[in-house]
């Protein structure tokens, strides 16, 4: 905000219309509207602040409650998010480039770039597919979801690089997908190099390759309440296992340096 509000609290209030009145343009002009996401968490209800050095925090109520309101009513099921603004206008919460150590208490989902910037640069650094199937293993196995972040060119293109990554994922997805969809957390949640998600009635381990290396024989500690029979979660085909401690085993398979990660699953025990 570059205009004292106090000053010209009518330019805030037609301000405060003009946003409203667009959200509104969205939410009836263009069919159903799954999920609201708005950024910038600083434009919220609050003090007037001075901080150290200088930089003011001024209050930016832009009517949340009466936009999330106004959201449910014209769109009803629709998700709100409010960025980094807890409270009772949003659905689930969005940390930003970062990934929990273990669940939360409420709904949430990491927002994390696929390269460095939010936005398109060209010449971009980007995560390599096995680190984003890492990311999205370990997000998920503590009950999150993964929005991944791709910025387009000035042609509206993704870089090849881009394209590339989403086919690994997707690849690994059609054989591992079992462990990822319709899963919740289940303690430890990642122990050495798996994390642990379950379905309905089986756990799984999904072990994850440190990139660029061959994975020989993946210890895991399997929670009580599971048979020690491991199989692969992509075809069913059985591993051996062999007992290292109590509750400790070595799975009898070899992940090959090009494979990231690989899921087993287990059977409850009756």
Known sequence: MNYDRTRYPEKWERYREFTKGQIRELLTGYGKVDILWLDGGWVKKCSDTVLPGGRRIVNQDIDMPGIAAMARSLQP?????????????????????????????????????????????????????????????????????????????????????????????GKWMDQNGKAIYNTRPVAPYEWGNCVYTQG????????????????????????????????????????????KGEGKYEIRYRLAADVPAVAFSFERQN
């Not at 020989?216 to 500690?221: D, H, R, S």
């Not at 399997?222 to 059985?238: I, M, N, W």
Request: net charge negative; hydrophobic share 35%.
């Open 77 to 169: 099921g629709i998700l709100v998010v409010d960025r980094a603004v807890e409270g009772p206008d949003q659905n689930y919460l969005t940390p930003e480039q970062q990934v929990p150590g273990e669940p939360l208490e409420f709904p949430w989902e990491t927002c994390m770039t696929m390269g460095n910037s939010w936005s398109y640069v060209p010449g971009d650094t980007y995560k390599t597919p096995a680190q984003l199937i890492h990311l999205l293993c370990r997000i998920v196995s503590r009950g999150g979801n993964f929005l991944l972040n791709i910025g387009p060119g000035p042609d509206g293109e993704w870089a090849p690089e881009a394209y590339h990554r989403l086919e690994e994922i």
């Open 200 to 243: 309905e009635n089986e756990l799984f381990v999904i072990c994850l390759n440190p990139e660029g290396k061959e994975m020989k024989l993946p210890e895991i500690m399997l929670p009580q309440g599971y048979r020690p029979v491991a199989r692969v979660a992509g075809s069913g085909e059985k591993a051996g296992m062999k007992k």
